[in-house]
């Protein structure tokens, strides 16, 4: 059954940082590109950031409003996607998900990040 486990969510301060993971299941995961997705109250859910399946050439894409302040990154041999916040705003309060890319019918619980002082 596929699967998808966020975690690394928190309640953060303008300015600070935190690193998102992602564990997925019954997928193929080396042959699958991966985005993170996320979620704000009352919007649509949005593509944050991919990134592709093959390690010789590895490529990465953000959405504009996270450029220069996210990195998405993946290890193979665990199944896991990361994604690096920094420099975090209050507009990147969102539940973030990862899937694969483009997004299957299957989600997880996802990750809340709050960024408030």
């Known amino acids: 059954q596929v699967q998808f486990v966020e975690s690394g969510g928190g309640l953060v301060q303008p300015g600070g940082s935190l690193k998102l993971s992602c564990v997925a299941s019954?997928?193929?995961?080396?042959?699958?590109?991966m985005g993170w997705y996320r979620q704000a109250p009352g919007k649509q859910r949005e593509l944050v950031a991919r990134?592709?399946?093959?390690?010789?050439?590895?490529?990465?894409n953000y959405a504009d409003s996270v450029k220069g302040r996210f990195t998405i990154s993946r290890d193979d041999a665990k199944n896991t996607v990361y994604l690096q916040m920094n420099s975090l705003k209050s507009e990147d309060t969102a539940v973030y998900y990862c899937n694969v890319y483009p997004p299957s019918h299957i989600w997880g619980q996802g990750t809340q990040v709050t960024v408030s002082s």
């Open positions: 990134i592709n399946h093959d390690s010789r050439i590895r490529s990465t």
């Open positions: 019954a997928i193929s995961f080396l042959t699958a590109d």
